[in-house]
T-cell receptor, first 113, second 112 residues
Framework: NAGVTQTPKFQVLKTGQSMTLQCAQD?????MSWYRQDPGMGLRLIHY???????DQGEVPNGYNVSRSTTEDFPLRLLSAAPSQTSVYFC????????????FGDGTRLSIL | GNSVTQMEGPVTLSEEAFLTINCTYT??????LFWYVQYPGEGLQLLLK?????DKGSNKGFEATYRKETTSFHLEKGSVQVSDSAVYFC???????????FGQGTTLQVKP
């Protein structure tokens, strides 16, 4: 049982490049989300999904796109990377009730030059 | 809107010392409250949770009680170990969407 798997673990991009951060879970969880972690700011929600075909914006959605074509996968796309998007990105999944804990991936450390 | 405030770190303790990390929240309704721990180079792991007022969550010697009257969820441990060195996050979830709102995190360093 792999849990939540994120790829890649590290990535360096140049300003203006695009890329997709991958996230997959094998727990049949309905709810998936993306957070970014920045020093002194905790984790902030970028986008989330309550099921296949349904996505919504979180606290800091600008510059990021998501889609949810299957229950298992929830990729995060940066269309035109900016230095302000340098961060550590975490994907998480859970059952779709608010009292259920979220399961986190190990993160992707992204640097934009 | 909903928010979580944690005491600023870093917190440095000697092994076997008593630990308290303060957490207060602002929320409408009745949120669920969580403590997550992040060890170096890893993702977050659930440490404990409480889903209603006066509930006490506990795990691995850590405890936190959901206090609605003071809107607090302070994390405590009676005797810390070097292996407890990590970053601790307080978080709340309201409604059924599962969205989490995190505090800024508190770094704990335990010295032998």
């Amino acid at each position: 049982n792999a849990g939540v798997t994120q790829t890649p673990k590290f990535q360096v991009l140049k300003t203006g490049q695009s890329m997709t951060l991958q996230c997959a879970q094998d727990m049949n969880h309905e709810y998936m989300s993306w957070y970014r972690q920045d020093p002194g700011m905790g984790l902030r929600l970028i986008h989330y999904s309550v099921g296949a075909g349904i996505t919504d914006q979180g606290e800091v959605p600008n510059g990021y796109n998501v889609s949810r074509s299957t229950t298992e996968d929830f990729p995060l796309r940066l269309l035109s990377a900016a230095p302000s998007q340098t961060s550590v990105y975490f994907c998480a999944s859970s059952q779709d009730r608010g009292d259920q804990p979220q399961h986190f991936g190990d993160g992707t450390r992204l640097s934009i030059l | 809107g909903n928010s979580v405030t944690q005491m600023e770190g870093p917190v440095t303790l000697s092994e076997e010392a008593f630990l308290t990390i303060n957490c207060t929240y602002t929320a409408t309704g009745y949120p669920s409250l969580f403590w997550y721990v992040q060890y170096p180079g890893e993702g977050l792991q659930l440490l404990l949770k409480a889903t209603k007022a006066d509930d006490k969550g506990s795990n691995k010697g850590f405890e936190a009680t959901y206090r609605k009257e003071t809107t607090s969820f302070h994390l405590e441990k009676g005797s810390v170990q070097v292996s407890d060195s990590a970053v601790y996050f307080c978080a709340l979830s309201s409604g059924n969407t599962g969205k989490l709102i995190f505090g800024q995190g508190t770094t704990l360093q335990v010295k032998p």
